[in-house]
């Protein structure tokens, strides 16, 4: 999903999509336990500094109970530097979820992930109904949500099937259009005089 969340970033002139993955939290047997395939060498981790110089982002994880997964809400609350001095705020932001089943989550997800934003000032950026048909269609088990993106990816084995793959892109070309649009803000720190 993120690799086709990236092509439709990049096929916005003037914008670039840059794949991040966070830190892994659990131990190797738990994830050996859960079968989940090995993360390629191919997607760095990124540092929570790096966040500073992004134009906008697309945050995607899998939904554990309802909510985002234990490793990316741990990346989210090693975010406090940036937070109290309001680095990301005014910047556009989107998500994007897997998810085991249809019922597993993939809005409460997005609108638990929100939390994360509006602390930080930033600027939540769905996707409406912008897909068109698209969210619309009935003829195929799908994720996605107006939220974001989406996958229902079963027990991991399950690849994201064609209309899946074209929400993310879509999602990816719209944030684009979206970052293009904002200029990024002067920051204010808090306390400052906002008048």
Request: without cysteine; neutral net charge; charged residues 20%.
């Amino acid at each position: 999903m993120a690799r086709r969340i990236k092509k439709g970033v990049d096929s916005i002139d003037g914008v670039e999509g840059v794949l991040y993955r966070v830190p892994e939290t659990l131990p190797q047997g738990t994830l050996e336990q859960m079968k989940v395939p090995q993360k390629g060498n191919d997607v760095p981790l990124i540092k929570v500094d790096e966040l500073v110089n992004a134009d906008g982002f697309l945050f995607g994880f899998p939904t554990r109970f309802g909510s985002m997964a234990a490793q990316m809400k741990a990346f989210f609350d090693s975010t406090h530097e940036l937070w109290m001095k309001q680095k990301l705020a005014g910047v556009p932001a989107g998500v994007f979820v897997s998810t085991g089943t249809q019922g597993g989550g993939q809005e409460t997800t997005a609108w638990t992930a929100i939390t994360q934003l509006v602390h930080h000032g930033m600027v939540f950026v769905p996707i409406g109904y912008t897909f068109g048909a698209g969210m619309f269609r009935m003829d195929s088990i799908r994720g996605g949500s107006p939220y974001g993106a989406g996958v229902l990816s079963g027990d991991g084995t399950r690849e994201p099937s064609a209309t899946e793959l074209a929400l993310a892109e879509h999602q990816g070309k719209y944030m684009a259009t979206v970052v293009k649009r904002f200029a990024r803000p002067l920051s204010l720190a808090p306390g400052e005089n906002h008048n």
